[in-house]
């Protein structure tokens, strides 16, 4: 079963502007990660956040963490054609092992 | 460097063949995950190794999976008496060790087609 709940499923954006994905879970994490995954191709590690922290930058890249909200947020700036894909949100739990439960993805789509 | 590689890239199988699917990990990676992605879902965890010891299969969907990695390097995953419902793309991750913050890197995946 899969942990994770993306939101949208689905965004379609022109060149220039911000994309914000977000995601929930259910259970408490040691640490939540972001995943980019173009068509056809494997999953590509973004960033990770640990529970003990709210926020985090990484290039055009911000990730918030809601820990008392169980939720997360993917903020891509100045969004680029060569950023459409799709983005997973992945937690790890201590309970669970070392596997990463991933959601369902939102795809993103940007236009030039 | 290499990333992670994994063979055949694609693989159409009839149903009730038996399929292995390889991986070959970025090397010194001690941990080995499998996953699998169904259309338009986020990868699902199967199995996972570290070193060669198998430490958690919980995500093998029926005991005609069955995965592999004999000397701690590349792993086999064999699906015997394919089904249908196997359809789907199998993913393989790295890590450099075991811990909850280690970055997984993925391969491209085999896609996996049963007729």
């Not at chain 2, 699998?36 to 029926?62: M, V």
């Not at chain 2, 004999?70 to 060790?97: F, H, M, N, W």
Request: hydrophobic share 30%.
């Amino acid at each position: 079963s899969q942990q994770g709940e993306e939101d949208p499923q689905a965004l379609s954006i022109q060149e220039g502007e911000n994309a914000t994905m977000n995601c929930s879970y259910k259970t408490s994490i040691n640490n939540l990660q972001w995943y980019r995954q173009n068509s056809g191709r494997g999953l590509v590690h973004l960033i990770l956040i640990r529970s003990n922290e709210r926020e985090k930058h990484s290039g055009r890249l911000r990730v918030t963490l809601d820990t008392s909200k169980k939720s997360s947020s993917l903020l891509i700036t100045a969004s680029r054609a060569a950023d459409t894909a799709s983005y997973f949100c992945a937690t790890a739990h201590n309970q669970a092992g070392t596997a990463l439960i991933f959601g369902k993805g939102t795809t993103l789509s940007v236009s030039s | 460097g290499a990333g992670v590689s994994q063979s055949p890239r694609y693989k159409v199988a009839k149903r009730g063949q038996d399929v292995a699917l390889r991986c070959d990990p970025i090397s010194g990676h001690v941990s080995l995950f499998w996953y699998q992605q169904a259309l338009g879902q986020g990868p699902e965890f199967l199995t996972y190794f570290q070193n060669e010891a198998q430490l958690d299969k919980s995500g093998l969907p029926s005991d005609r999976f069955f995965a592999e990695r004999p000397e701690g390097s590349v792993s086999t995953l064999k699906i015997q008496r394919t089904q249908q419902e196997d359809s789907a793309v199998y993913l393989c991750a790295s890590s450099l060790a075991y811990s909850l913050q280690e970055t997984q890197y993925f391969g491209p995946g085999t896609r996996l087609l049963v007729l």
